[in-house]
């Protein structure tokens, strides 16, 4: 770069949500900061989010609502900026916002709104963005230097806020885990996360959802689970599929809200055959093909307690086997990354490279679905932000 703007106290690269809060709270403190966007413009991936209406925070953000090799590590930087702080934000530039559900807050009318106020937020801090700029290389002869397109940029300070794998479409590169193992910064392996799952069978019942729990490893969530030409997908088989191993089984609690032995047994008398009584719970077509899948439906009065029992043993306990998760192309995130003992959880600074700062998706801490990344993007940001 030439002219006025040669002189940056910090170089953000990428412009998505955590590069663009970075630059919002350095700039405030008087840094003067070059943000550097490969894209033809900021927050590509803000617009997409959450059907075009970006669910940006959750009222219920806790550490528990994230996965990461060290489960701590987000506590700090979570507490120092909270959803009532961002939610401040979008109040002062007057957004009209609603929850949707489960603490979930979306824009009333589109995601252009966050994209325009951090814009805005972008401009008052001073904060010089720069699109469509591709980086060729990152040096550090004794400042960061940052080849590009668009020129050389210098500071002292280099932030990577290059985001994850998915959706390539948007922007997506792994240059943030390239200057991470250039500069000795330990990278965890990079996997798919809120992510449909491959499961065979159930094409025929494609576009059928139904309300569960489902499970994978230790946690279990309760939302709606869609089956489609591929598979499994709908909230509940996304957030399991951050949890998903291979070769594991998820495990699906078709009826949630229904004691179904207690009522099976209650109608003992009846001439009712089972299905007929689960099928009043769930989708016809579910209920059919599950049964013709797992169960004989027979008369309830002809049924042994034990049928009984097993039968809704099943029904709680369906156990399916992905072949595996869809990938970057439709997973929400990558889970895994730049690895959270090299970073300080105060300030985001690598241990191996001071000066050199990594935020958002591109460390290894990833959301829950429901607004809860964007909420890490903004807090792991602004810590990085507070401390340049
Ligand atoms: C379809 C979809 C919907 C989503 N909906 C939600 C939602 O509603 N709520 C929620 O909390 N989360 C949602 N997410 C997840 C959320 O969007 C991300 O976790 C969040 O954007 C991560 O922020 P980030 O700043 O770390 O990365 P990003 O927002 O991905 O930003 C990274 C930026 O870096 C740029 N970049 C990458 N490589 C380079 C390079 N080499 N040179 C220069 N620039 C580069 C990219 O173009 C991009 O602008 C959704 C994700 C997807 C894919």
New binding site residues.
């Given amino acids: 770069m030439s002219g006025a703007f040669d002189a940056f106290d910090a170089i953000v690269?990428?412009?998505?949500?955590?590069?663009?809060m970075c630059g919002i709270a350095a700039g405030r403190r008087g840094r003067r900061v070059a943000l550097?966007?490969?894209?033809s413009d900021?927050?590509?991936?803000?617009l997409?989010?959450?059907g075009g209406r970006?669910?940006?925070?959750n009222l219920h953000c806790s550490p528990r609502n994230f996965l990461s090799a060290n489960p701590h590590f987000a506590k700090s930087a979570l507490a120092r900026y909270t959803p009532a702080d961002f939610i401040a934000m979008v109040e002062k530039h007057r957004i009209p916002y609603h929850e949707k559900t489960l603490g979930q807050l979306f824009c009333d009318r589109s995601a252009h709104d966050i994209v325009g106020m951090l814009r805005s937020e972008c401009g008052e801090a001073g904060v010089r963005i720069v699109t469509g700029?591709?980086?060729s290389e990152v040096r550090r002869p004794g400042e960061f230097v940052v080849k590009s397109s668009r020129g050389e940029f210098h500071a002292p300070a280099l932030v990577i806020?290059?985001?994850?794998l998915?959706?390539p479409k948007?922007?997506?590169?792994d240059?943030?885990y390239r200057v991470a193992k250039q500069f000795g910064v330990k990278v965890r392996a990079c996997r798919p996360a809120?992510t449909p799952l491959l499961v065979s069978g159930y094409a025929e019942i494609s576009g059928v959802s139904a309300e569960v729990v489902a499970a994978a490893g230790d946690r279990e969530f309760r939302e709606r689970m869609l089956f489609t030409h591929r598979g499994l997908s709908g909230p509940a088989i996304l957030q399991v599929s951050s949890y998903w191993e291979p070769g594991a089984v998820v495990r699906i609690d078709l009826l949630p809200e229904v004691e179904i032995l207690a009522e099976l047994i209650a109608r003992r008398s009846e001439r009712t055959e089972t299905k007929t009584i689960v099928a009043a719970h769930l989708p016809r077509r579910l209920a059919d093909l599950w049964f013709e899948r797992n169960a004989v439906s027979k008369p309830v009065t002809t049924a042994s307690d034990r049928e009984l029992e097993r039968l809704a043993e099943g029904l709680h306990n369906w156990e399916i086997l992905p072949r595996g998760v869809e990938g970057y192309e439709k997973?929400?995130?990558t889970a895994g990354g730049v690895d959270t003992d090299e970073l300080s959880a105060r300030t985001f600074e690598s241990k191996a490279a001071p000066g050199l700062y990594f935020?958002?998706?591109?460390v290894d801490v990833t959301?829950h679905l429901?607004?809860?990344?964007?909420?890490?993007?903004w807090a792991s940001?602004h810590a990085a932000g507070e401390s340049l």
Avoid at 13 to 20: D, F, K, N, P, V
Avoid at 36 to 39: D, K, Q, V
């Fill in positions: 690269i990428g412009g998505g949500a955590a590069g663009l550097i966007e490969h894209s900021i927050g590509k991936k803000i997409i989010s959450g970006c669910n940006f925070t700029c591709e980086v806020a290059t985001g994850g998915s959706i948007t922007g997506a590169t240059l943030g809120l997973a929400e995130v935020i958002g998706e591109v959301g429901g607004g809860f990344n964007f909420q890490w993007a940001g």
